[in-house]
């Protein structure tokens, strides 16, 4: 997928949500997601490198794999504007070498106030605030190694499948990946009784204190046509401030709405992106053009539709 964007101006103001209270990230945890997502192709289940950043209250769980093709493209930005640098239009094209989709929504999860805030980005970010689902947990005397970390088993019934967990009472974090948390210890593997979803453990670090904020440089200063130097401001795409920095908090430039709200966003991109980028522009004040080009499939075929008649996320049985 190639994307074309032409700024000529470049100024846009944000609308602030009030945050939880930030918290020290103390460990970054890695994950390895697989979902069958259509059980007539069990041999093909869509995979996916996640990561979970956690503090002793604060937890953010997202997608390692769009994390790194987000400063990808930021890489790619900054150095096409230096190169173009006194142009009055900057011309950016930018390349994604992602495969398949990726997981856009982020869920922040705070402790002690019971809250689940889910984060998705369409041009701006968007926060959507609930409580935490109370899992009723089992635990199990049984217990497990994952690369020298002891754990021990427990068991649920969440969102329509029977969960097994792994968690460690040695990492004293009460989060884990996607939805599940609440258990005395960091959730290290987990794993639906089918196996038809799975949190694989990839590995573990601890977050060092001088950890430097990954957004330090998201502006871009160029030189305009008359001799004085502009600032790009970075907008539109995420960065890794909530993930890869020494605190975990939610994006300053939220804005917070309801789920019915952000669905109807969803439905207006998906049924024109072109125009909805172009309108989303302009109520942040950039003024330019916005231009999306599909590349040609082979043999002139088109993309086919991912089927998911597994959703991660299943009814209860009644």
């Known amino acids: 997928m190639k994307l074309t964007l032409t700024i000529c101006l470049a100024t846009a103001f944000t609308i602030s949500v009030k945050a939880q209270s930030t918290d020290k990230a103390l460990a970054r945890v ?27 209250n604060a937890s953010v769980y997202t997608s390692y794999d769009k994390l790194n093709q987000s400063l990808n493209m930021q890489k790619q930005i900054q150095e096409q504007i230096k190169n ?38 369409l041009f701006n970010n968007y926060l ?36 097994i967990a792994w968690f460690a009472t040695e990492i004293p974090f009460q989060s884990g990946p996607w939805k599940l948390n609440g258990l005395p210890g960091l959730i290290v593997e987990a794993y639906d009784e089918k196996k038809e979803v ?36 970075m907008i539109g795409i995420d960065t890794g401030t909530p993930y890869l920095g020494s605190e975990i908090k939610l994006p300053a430039d939220a804005i917070k709405t309801t789920r019915k709200e952000l669905d109807k966003l969803k439905e207006a991109r ?29 043999n002139g075929g088109t993309v086919s539709k991912v089927e998911i008649n597994n959703p991660i996320e299943l009814p209860e049985k009644k």
């Open 30 to 56: 890695r994950y390895t997601f697989s979902h069958i997502q259509d059980t007539t192709q069990q041999d093909k289940p869509r995979t996916e490198n996640m990561l979970l950043v956690t503090g002793k």
């Open 84 to 121: 173009q640098s006194g142009n009055g239009n900057v011309q950016i094209q930018v390349k994604s070498e992602t495969k398949g989709p990726l997981t856009q929504v982020d869920y922040f999860f705070f402790a002690n106030e019971h809250k689940m805030i889910t984060k998705e980005r």
């Open 128 to 163: 959507v605030e609930e409580t935490a689902p109370q899992i009723d947990w089992k635990i199990l005397k049984d217990t497990m190694s994952f690369s020298g970390i002891s754990c021990q088993k427990a068991t649920t019934r969440f969102k329509g499948r029977n969960w």
């Open 198 to 233: 799975k949190f694989s453990f990839a590995g573990l670090e601890n977050v060092k204190d001088d950890a430097s904020q990954a957004n330090s440089g998201d502006d871009v200063k160029i030189a305009s046509p008359n001799g004085g130097v502009g600032v790009v401001k």
């Open 270 to 298: 998906d049924k024109d992106p072109q125009g909805f980028m172009q309108a989303q522009m302009a109520a942040n004040g950039m003024q330019g053009s916005f231009r999306q080009n599909t590349a040609p499939r082979p």
